[in-house]
């Protein structure tokens, strides 16, 4: 290793998962320690979790991780928030909590997820942005666990992790549910890894679906395993009677959709192979089981199929059961807003879905913009939301109101939309007869779905506080609703000065240890660069192949977003067939446009001998 960095001192506001004790540098020297700099809302990050969880167990001796919170939402800078996500997507390692990202500007992030990796010595050894990095970072600790141990400088042992009291409760973050036949409530009990059938009253248990234990296997309803699953599509009775299952469930953390019979509770995966998807666009409809999904978060009967929220790729994904085929339905991998026809819209991270009673149109939460967006005619339009760094709960008409992160909707027969605006622990409606957005109720925990029954009640599912609550009756009425003019806010990460002009923009890749880039289908390596407002580029937006761009940068636009999309595929040396990788990245850089400020905007992909 050469010219390493002394890695800075770790503060925060408090830890998690160390039973109270706060960590220093010195309390992990001798061990490896990996740094995730990651925030609750963001797929990416929580993809990065689950890539880490092998890590952890296979080097528990020598390997540290410690997630760096660095929240995005002003919900997720609430330090019980942050309690209840790292339980609720079993975070197995200390957590600093970091509200001000004071760490985030010490170790130089750009992008969330970001890591960094720190040798035995307490010198920063590798930095990379994004997802994909387990086998690279496999390698780069078998690497320095051989040099540090020949230099005497690791120490092996157990970890500073401490565990929390296991809780009681019925549900543990529920995230979805739906109104089966019967009257009854199948919920996803996304914590426990099961799918939980409620009586009418959305509190006694009728079964449980699934052994409770992360995993991923079929068979009967005891024994079948799922891991974190979320979205709940019951077919058509045609369509189920030739599929052999009545419902679709959206297996999160697994990559997979799963059917499920009723009348026995056998579960059976029906798409996707378990791998995630690292691959290039198209528009082929593929054999559903051989296809790699990502994060599919909830799901919906529109257009004859079952549409995917497909939000680990922020698109929309199709699923046909009776044909067994699936492919991709709107959106381009680019995390953004931007409307248009299906296949050159952006979304970012929708996380749920509901259709009109009339079939015309799909409702989306689009959950990283802050959005309701909607699918008619061929077309994606917004109809509430401004973009990846503005919410709020303000309500009036659309085109100024704001939401936060809000995970699920539900279309009512009046034509008007419920919205489960989970950051803001509300539920918002929207009417596209008035275009006005107003709060139904608030004072609610995270929110993250909601049920209209036949009798017109309306169910939330109120994950953080484990249960399902009903409405009080007349709150879809006009009089129960209110008009919140509450604060307006916007993601404030420290911008980045650059020079009115030419800007070299450089997006750094390493291969990983082991791993060369990969020309076999093409080029290597793909940019995507757009900016907001568009004026700010004069030139330079768009797509090529070459890691590095010359932008232009608009002397008379002062600040802005740049948002960047890079791609790297590499394969093993070692092996003429060796494995394949994809590594990815979208950022959003805020900057700001400064006269003599640096020429050059450097962005990590990956990148080792920090």
């Given at each position: 290793?050469?010219?390493?960095?002394?890695?800075?001192?770790?503060?925060?506001?408090?830890?998690?998962?160390?039973?109270?004790?706060?960590?220093?540098?010195?309390?992990?020297?001798?061990?490896?320690?990996?740094?995730?700099?990651?925030?609750?809302?963001?797929?990416?990050?929580?993809?990065?979790?689950?890539?880490?969880?092998?890590?952890?167990?296979?080097?528990?001796?020598?390997?540290?991780?410690?997630?760096?919170?660095?929240?995005?939402?002003?919900?997720?800078?609430?330090?019980?928030?942050?309690?209840?996500?790292?339980?609720?997507?079993?975070?197995?390692?200390?957590?600093?909590?970091?509200?001000?990202?004071?760490?985030?500007?010490?170790?130089?992030?750009?992008?969330?997820?970001?890591?960094?990796?720190?040798?035995?010595?307490?010198?920063?050894?590798?930095?990379?942005?994004?997802?994909?990095?387990?086998?690279?970072?496999?390698?780069?600790?078998?690497?320095?666990?051989?040099?540090?141990?020949?230099?005497?400088?690791?120490?092996?042992?157990?970890?500073?992790?401490?565990?929390?009291?296991?809780?009681?409760?019925?549900?543990?973050?529920?995230?979805?549910?739906?109104?089966?036949?019967?009257?009854?409530?199948?919920?996803?009990?996304?914590?426990?890894?099961?799918?939980?059938?409620?009586?009418?009253?959305?509190?006694?248990?009728?079964?449980?679906?699934?052994?409770?234990?992360?995993?991923?296997?079929?068979?009967?309803?005891?024994?079948?395993?799922?891991?974190?699953?979320?979205?709940?599509?019951?077919?058509?009775?045609?369509?189920?009677?030739?599929?052999?299952?009545?419902?679709?469930?959206?297996?999160?953390?697994?990559?997979?959709?799963?059917?499920?019979?009723?009348?026995?509770?056998?579960?059976?995966?029906?798409?996707?192979?378990?791998?995630?998807?690292?691959?290039?666009?198209?528009?082929?409809?593929?054999?559903?089981?051989?296809?790699?999904?990502?994060?599919?978060?909830?799901?919906?009967?529109?257009?004859?199929?079952?549409?995917?929220?497909?939000?680990?790729?922020?698109?929309?994904?199709?699923?046909?059961?009776?044909?067994?085929?699936?492919?991709?339905?709107?959106?381009?991998?680019?995390?953004?807003?931007?409307?248009?026809?299906?296949?050159?819209?952006?979304?970012?991270?929708?996380?749920?879905?509901?259709?009109?009673?009339?079939?015309?149109?799909?409702?989306?939460?689009?959950?990283?913009?802050s959005a309701v967006r909607y699918v008619q005619n061929g077309v994606l339009g917004t109809a509430v939301g401004q973009g990846l760094f503005d919410f709020g709960h303000v309500d009036g008409p659309a085109d100024r109101a704001l939401l936060q992160h809000p995970l699920g909707v539900c279309a009512l027969p009046d034509g008007s939309v419920l919205i489960a605006d989970t950051y803001n622990g509300a539920v918002r409606r929207y009417d596209p007869a008035t275009g006005l957005v107003s709060t139904v109720a608030d004072g609610l925990a995270e929110p993250s779905d909601l049920v209209l029954t036949p009798a017109g009640d309306v169910l939330v599912v109120e994950s953080a506080a484990h249960r399902l609550t009903r409405l009080a009756p007349g709150a879809l009425t006009a009089a129960g609703a209110n008009t919140v003019d509450g604060p307006r806010h916007r993601t404030e990460r420290p911008p980045t000065p650059v020079a009115p002009g030419e800007l070299t923009l450089d997006v750094i890749f390493t291969p990983p240890p082991?791993?060369?880039?990969?020309?076999?289908?093409?080029?290597?390596?793909?940019?995507?660069?757009?900016?907001?407002?568009?004026?700010?580029?004069?030139?330079?937006?768009?797509?090529?192949?070459?890691?590095?761009?010359?932008?232009?940068?608009?002397?008379?636009?002062?600040?802005?977003?740049?948002?960047?999309?890079?791609?790297?595929?590499?394969?093993?040396?070692?092996?003429?067939?060796?494995?394949?990788?994809?590594?990815?990245?979208?950022?959003?850089?805020?900057?700001?446009?400064?006269?003599?400020?640096?020429?050059?905007?450097?962005?990590?992909?990956?990148?080792?001998?920090?």
């Amino acid at each position: 290793m050469s010219a390493r960095v002394r890695a800075p001192e770790l503060r925060g506001r408090a830890w998690l998962n160390t039973g109270g004790k706060a960590l220093t540098l010195a309390d992990l020297r001798g061990r490896i320690v990996i740094l995730d700099f990651w925030t609750f809302c963001c797929i990416n990050c929580l993809h990065v979790l689950d890539e880490l969880r092998p890590l952890e167990e296979k080097y528990g001796d020598v390997l540290v991780v410690v997630g760096v919170h660095s929240p995005k939402f002003e919900h997720e800078k609430d330090p019980e928030a942050l309690a209840a996500a790292v339980e609720r997507y079993g975070v197995h390692h200390p957590v600093l909590d970091d509200p001000e990202l004071d760490m985030w500007q010490q170790y130089a992030a750009k992008a969330w997820p970001t890591l960094a990796v720190v040798d035995p010595e307490g010198y920063v050894v590798a930095t990379m942005a994004g997802e994909g990095h387990a086998e690279g970072l496999a390698r780069l600790i078998d690497e320095l666990i051989g040099v540090h141990e020949a230099k005497g400088t690791l120490r092996r042992g157990d970890g500073p992790y401490v565990p929390p009291a296991e809780p009681d409760t019925t549900l543990r973050f529920p995230g979805k549910a739906v109104l089966l036949d019967s009257g009854n409530l199948l919920v996803s009990d996304s914590a426990r890894h099961s799918l939980v059938e409620l009586a009418p009253d959305g509190e006694t248990v009728v079964r449980r679906i699934g052994s409770g234990t992360r995993g991923n296997a079929d068979g009967p309803a005891g024994t079948a395993a799922f891991a974190e699953p979320q979205g709940l599509c019951l077919l058509p009775a045609h369509v189920a009677e030739l599929a052999g299952y009545d419902l679709v469930v959206a297996d999160t953390v697994n990559h997979l959709l799963r059917g499920v019979r009723l009348d026995s509770g056998e579960v059976v995966t029906v798409a996707g192979t378990g791998r995630q998807w690292r691959s290039t666009v198209d528009d082929h409809a593929h054999d559903a089981r051989s296809v790699d999904l990502s994060s599919p978060w909830d799901l919906a009967w529109y257009d004859d199929k079952v549409i995917v929220a497909m939000a680990g790729i922020h698109q929309l994904w199709w699923f046909d059961p009776t044909k067994r085929t699936a492919g991709m339905y709107a959106g381009t991998t680019v995390e953004a807003l931007r409307d248009g026809p299906l296949a050159e819209a952006w979304l970012a991270q929708p996380s749920g879905l509901s259709v009109s009673p009339d079939g015309v149109r799909l409702w989306i939460a689009d959950s990283e913009t802050s959005a309701v967006r909607y699918v008619q005619n061929g077309v994606l339009g917004t109809a509430v939301g401004q973009g990846l760094f503005d919410f709020g709960h303000v309500d009036g008409p659309a085109d100024r109101a704001l939401l936060q992160h809000p995970l699920g909707v539900c279309a009512l027969p009046d034509g008007s939309v419920l919205i489960a605006d989970t950051y803001n622990g509300a539920v918002r409606r929207y009417d596209p007869a008035t275009g006005l957005v107003s709060t139904v109720a608030d004072g609610l925990a995270e929110p993250s779905d909601l049920v209209l029954t036949p009798a017109g009640d309306v169910l939330v599912v109120e994950s953080a506080a484990h249960r399902l609550t009903r409405l009080a009756p007349g709150a879809l009425t006009a009089a129960g609703a209110n008009t919140v003019d509450g604060p307006r806010h916007r993601t404030e990460r420290p911008p980045t000065p650059v020079a009115p002009g030419e800007l070299t923009l450089d997006v750094i890749f390493t291969p990983p240890p082991g791993q060369k880039l990969d020309e076999t289908f093409g080029p290597s390596t793909r940019l995507v660069v757009s900016a907001s407002p568009p004026e700010l580029l004069l030139d330079g937006a768009g797509t090529t192949t070459d890691l590095s761009r010359r932008l232009l940068v608009n002397a008379d636009v002062t600040a802005g977003v740049l948002q960047v999309t890079a791609q790297a595929a590499t394969c093993d040396v070692a092996d003429e067939h060796g494995a394949c990788h994809l590594t990815r990245q979208d950022w959003g850089v805020p900057v700001r446009v400064v006269a003599d400020a640096p020429t050059r905007l450097p962005l990590v992909l990956r990148g080792l001998d920090a």
